[in-house]
């Protein structure tokens, strides 16, 4: 135990030190960063509890906020989850997983997000209003997740990601990982939960397609018209460092209560808190609360509202077997603060085998 212990902290100190010069600075770098997709959370318990959960979320509703935690399956060892989102601006975010537990190996788990964005007229500098024609942006992210319990206590996960974007005639694709490190009843203490994340790292990525493609102009000059090519910027992914923890009390035998805070340090944006309290009765039916608070951009410490997109989160669930079926209902309602996004509203169905 000891040992493992000991590797665990290796690994977690390496990871602080190779971020070390991602994150340094992000203020500098705020709003730069692309492929902003992979920062739309997905499941709807973990939204609600304002993205409190890289210590307390477990089986696939771990998948987004801390990969270690899919191979705390519980009783299940096969599950299904599907997921809505009305995101900001009428966008959808459509989510779907499935993992399985392999014994002695570990947990392994498929999952694939994408933006329902709908059709937009294009427009040109002669045609303003529109040609008439129309395009529908296309965001994917499919990832493959790799979790192993290391003791009865300590799980470590990693997610890789594959990212495409598709914008009309031009597109990106790329690469992402996730690793994350859970610590459940830490220093002996029954209940507490320690966990530590980085996600979104990887090389840059860039536009390309005959998109770029513009006509020259050639006046003076009796030759056909040429094409010469745009050369699009790289952008970096948007990286996030976390760490968190958990606490469950148990009032009684039917009735619970779990704590759950996170830090996140970014390197586009502001630091961010996160917070979480569900209630539990007879692990059936739970309600939960959420707060997510930005705290300053760069150096600058600030508790302004300016930097706040989100704020107030809620939501319920409903756990339920069905002739040794488990059955997952959850819904959260995630308050956006400028009225012309609307705010959002997150389903998620899930099964066990």
Do not use: C
């Amino acid at each position: 135990m000891k040992k493992i212990i000991i590797s665990v902290g290796f690994i977690i100190i390496a990871l602080l030190l190779a971020a070390s010069d991602l994150y340094a600075g992000g203020g500098r770098r705020s709003g730069t960063a692309g492929a902003t997709e992979l920062l739309i959370p997905v499941g709807a318990r973990g939204i609600a509890l304002g993205g409190s959960t890289i210590a307390n979320s477990y089986g696939l509703e771990a998948l987004y906020w801390n990969p270690a935690n899919i191979a705390r399956l519980g009783d299940y060892s096969t599950n299904v989850l599907v997921s809505h989102m009305d995101h900001i601006a009428d966008i959808g975010v459509e989510y779907g997983a499935i993992s399985t537990d392999i014994e002695s190996f570990g947990s392994l788990a498929f999952s694939i997000k994408s933006l329902s964005i709908g059709d937009i007229p294009v427009t040109t500098v002669q045609n303003p209003d529109g040609t008439g024609a129309l395009f529908s942006p296309t965001f994917l992210t499919m990832g493959l997740t790799y979790a192993r319990m290391l003791s009865d206590r300590i799980a470590v996960g990693l997610t890789a990601n594959l990212i495409s974007e598709e914008i009309d005639r031009v597109s990106a694709t790329g690469v992402a990982f996730n690793v994350g490190v859970s610590y459940s009843d830490f220093a002996d203490l029954t209940g507490l939960t320690i966990a530590f994340v980085m996600k979104n790292i990887g090389p840059q990525m860039q536009f390309d397609g005959p998109g770029l493609l513009i006509q020259a102009e050639t006046p003076e000059f009796n030759r056909s018209g040429q094409l010469y090519k745009i050369d699009s910027a790289p952008f970096e992914l948007p990286s996030i460092l976390e760490l968190g923890f958990s606490y469950q009390y148990d009032i009684n035998a039917q009735n619970s209560m779990q704590f759950g805070g996170v830090f996140a340090n970014n390197n586009f944006y502001g630091d961010e808190l996160k917070g979480g309290l569900e209630y539990g009765y007879d692990k059936t039916f739970f309600v939960r609360l959420g707060y997510f608070n930005a705290i300053g951009m760069g150096t600058e410490f600030s508790t302004s509202s300016d930097y706040n997109t989100y704020g107030f989160n809620a939501g319920f669930g409903l756990n339920y077997d069905i002739g040794g079926v488990e059955l997952k209902v959850d819904y959260a309602y995630r308050a956006v603060q400028y009225d012309a996004l609307g705010d959002n509203h997150a389903f998620s169905i899930g099964f066990g085998f």
